[in-house]
């Protein structure tokens, strides 16, 4: 979805517009907010990074929220279901990859300030990835529900996902893009279908994304729905979710020592944001890896994994707190 002013589409919303760029001749597409006039000035740019297989508009519900701290820009990765940024990547995605493709966006952008990196799911593994490669652009990261490495709890766990993880991880892209390409109108149609049921009423199937879809507002919900119908006319671009979720699997589970690596690497302040109802994070690994230096944890209760849209109040009430203890 595209609006040159989102108060078209919600009162809510307006301010917002949409803007075209290009990354290396890659047409991107982004949603700019202008700070609200009781931001600092030159306060930092907050750059949203949603769920690799998602869009810039995944978590405008907290947009206007996050317009008191600075400017606001949510991106559309490359070749997701519902945006409009290219895809460049022959071989499908991966996090690294859409690391550089972050990292090359905030290169080109004719920015004043440094940015906040703001990553939810695997976004928050692209988003971390993505600061380790441009420490002196960026101010700090929040990393909501992300998708990093779990603790292992044995040695057969282990070596579980170093034999049959590996084999599962690079059997199953290839035969899930063929699945999905088949397949891919029925499974819009079944999600659409899902996400309906799951909003009429709150509390209903939090299981199906890890939240209560319910709690988000309905001018979110409809956007989703018009999303899975836009994403119709290109049930090719399903293809690429296979290798987006065999890329944080990997990083998760398998290949955890370059990850953490990376991790480890950070120089910027780290907030650590999830909520105590998602059942799609492991709260022990999340405390574990806030333990680093200038890492903040900050669970949030009674919400999901969608918590940047179920309480974006919440969530930027917390960022607001740690942005005031850094400027402090």
């Given amino acids: ?29 982004y949603v700019r907010a202008e700070p609200a006039s009781a931001a600092v000035p030159k306060a930092p740019v907050h750059l949203l990074v949603p769920p690799m297989t998602g869009s810039a508009s995944m978590w405008i519900d907290l947009v206007p929220y996050l317009r008191r701290f600075g400017p606001v820009i949510s991106v559309d990765l490359p070749g997701s279901i519902a945006g409009h940024t290219g895809a460049p990547y022959r071989r499908g995605r991966r996090a690294d990859l859409d690391a550089r493709f972050v990292s ?16 939810w799911s695997m976004g928050g593994l692209v988003a971390a990835l993505a600061a380790g490669r441009m420490p002196e652009q960026t101010r700090g990261v929040v990393l909501v529900a992300p998708a990093l490495p779990w603790r292992r709890t044995s040695l057969a766990e282990a070596l579980g996902w170093q034999t049959l993880g590996r084999l599962l ?5 290839p035969v899930t893009r063929i699945a999905l390409r088949l397949a891919g109108q029925r499974i819009l149609d079944a999600k659409g279908a899902a996400i309906a049921d799951a909003t ?5 199937r939090p299981g199906l994304v890890g939240g209560d879809p319910g709690r988000v507002s309905r001018a979110q919900v ?22 987006a979720f065999a890329s944080a699997i990997k990083a998760m589970f398998i290949e955890q020592r370059p990850t ?21 994070v492991d709260a022990a690994s999340l405390m574990q890896h806030a333990r680093r230096p200038g890492w903040t944890p900050r669970p949030i209760h009674r919400v ?18 740690w942005l005031a203890d850094l400027a402090a």
């Fill in 260 to 280: 953490n690596e990376a991790l480890d690497s950070l120089r910027v302040p780290v907030l650590v944001l999830w909520g105590t109802d998602d059942p799609l």
């Fill in 104 to 119: 090359a966006f905030v290169e080109q952008l004719p920015l004043e300030s440094r940015v906040v990196l703001h990553g």
């Fill in 222 to 243: 409809d956007l989703w729905l018009d999303g899975l119908e836009a994403a119709r006319e290109h049930p090719e671009r399903l293809a690429g979710t296979a290798t």
């Fill in 1 to 29: 979805m595209r609006y040159d002013d989102w108060g078209a589409r919600s009162q809510q919303w307006a301010g917002l517009c949409s803007v075209s760029t290009s990354v290396c001749r890659v047409p991107v597409h």
């Fill in 169 to 173: 991880v690079a059997a199953g892209p």
């Fill in 304 to 321: 999901g994994h969608l918590l940047p849209i179920e309480a974006p109040d919440l969530c930027a009430q917390a960022v607001g707190q």
């Fill in 200 to 204: 009429a009423a709150p509390g209903g």
